[in-house]
């Protein structure tokens, strides 16, 4: 079963960094494909960025463009989201999610285990 843990959220004034962290159990880590979404109330998912189980293809979500940079450590089954130039419209419980395969797309269906979230606030 593979359980995931995220870490890392926190509170931050606009234009701060955060760096979340997710720490992930069993041996998939290394062929699965990971990502980050992130919810606010009464919206759904939003997708953030996602990479696949090598770290080679990466992707973002146009509203983080050019400002959170994904990466993976498979020796350490971890997946970190390095966010930069952090604005109020961030503010939301961020989760971290593993595929069942080598490469996934935006949509949340293609990701079969997720983690408990981490609240991640940006004050004005």
């Known amino acids: 079963q593979v359980q995931l843990v995220e870490s890392g959220g926190g509170l931050v004034q606009a234009g701060g960094s955060l760096r979340l962290s997710c720490a992930a159990s069993g041996r998939t880590f290394s062929g699965a494909a990971m990502g980050w979404f992130r919810q606010v109330p009464g919206k759904e998912r939003e997708y953030v960025s996602g990479?696949?189980?090598?770290?080679?293809?990466?992707r973002y979500g146009d509203s983080v463009k050019g400002r959170f940079i994904i990466s993976r450590d498979n020796a350490k089954n971890t997946v970190y989201l390095q966010m930069n130039s952090l604005k109020p419209e961030d503010t939301a419980v961020y989760f971290c999610?593993?595929?069942?395969?080598?490469?996934?797309?935006?949509?949340?269906?293609?990701?079969?285990?997720w983690g408990q979230g981490t609240q991640v606030t940006v004050s004005s």
């Open positions: 990479i696949n189980n090598s770290g080679w293809i990466i």
């Open positions: 999610a593993q595929s069942t395969t080598m490469f996934a797309g935006t949509g949340v269906n293609e990701y079969a285990y």
